[in-house]
């Protein structure tokens, strides 16, 4: 059963980076089969899907954020991480990690099941 | 870019009610919009995917239908454990999530 799970700090000063690690257990990242994707929640808000990459390192992300954040893949250590630069406040969210199961000659992203738990990021001085 | 209109933000429901939720694409989207869960402290749960297609293991209850630019999410006879926000989800340009729906108990 594929499971996984977030880590990283909950607390990012104002300018720094913020680095987040989701830890991929029942499955391979190494697998054709997947896009490996990060969204998030601000307090109050909706989700908003960040980015997704693939094994080999290929990645989709929302334009908003194109410019600050980086998706990469750890296939020794069966995780994939997210870094996003230059935080603010208005980057503090839960931040969720999730899976798209591609659907050849059709979509590479076409829903996000399962997720893991989720982990608060905060961004404050 | 694709927009969605989710509605209503939020509604108030009794247990057995039925409750329908919206979701309108800016553009024809095909049948490419999925529904979730997401109950507070809890990871978002998909529901329906391809507008109209149980996930396994999702009581019958939820169902979702449209094509195109209109879609509608519908619980047949509520129940509590049914309080959450509801999104809609589009995949024909990049992931796109709806406004989200929240729904209490009256």
């Known amino acids: 059963q594929l499971q996984l799970r977030e880590s990283g700090p909950g607390l990012v000063r104002p300018s720094e980076t913020l680095s987040l690690t989701c830890s991929v257990s029942?499955?391979?990242?190494?697998?054709?089969?997947?896009?490996w994707g990060w969204i998030r929640q601000p307090p109050g808000k909706g989700l908003e899907w960040i980015g997704s990459v693939y094994y080999n390192n290929n990645t989709y992300k929302t334009p908003s954020l194109r410019g600050r954040v980086s998706i990469s893949v750890d296939t020794s250590l069966n995780h994939f991480s997210l870094k996003l630069r230059s935080v603010t406040a208005a980057d503090t969210a839960v931040y969720y990690c999730?899976?798209?199961?591609?659907?050849?000659?059709?979509?590479?992203?076409?829903?996000?099941?399962?997720w893991g738990p989720g982990t608060l990021v905060t961004v404050s001085s | 870019d694709i927009q969605l209109t989710q509605s209503p933000s939020s509604l108030s429901a009794s247990v057995g009610d039925r409750v329908t939720i919206t979701c309108q694409a800016s553009?024809?989207?095909?049948?490419?919009l999925n529904w979730y869960q997401h109950k507070p402290g809890r990871a978002p749960k998909l529901l329906i995917y391809?507008?109209?297609n149980l996930q396994t293991g999702v009581p019958s209850r939820f169902s979702g239908s449209g094509s195109g630019t209109y879609f509608t999410f519908t619980i047949n006879r509520l129940q509590p454990e049914d309080i959450a926000t509801y999104y809609c989800?589009?995949?024909?340009?990049?992931?796109?999530f709806g406004q989200g729906t929240r729904l209490d108990m009256k």
């Open positions: 029942g499955a391979s990242i190494v697998s054709s089969s997947y896009y």
């Open positions: 553009q024809d989207i095909s049948h490419f």
């Open positions: 989800q589009q995949y024909d340009g990049l992931p796109l």
């Open positions: 999730a899976v798209s199961t591609i659907i050849p000659r059709r979509a590479n992203l076409p829903w996000f099941d399962p």
């Open positions: 391809d507008a109209s």
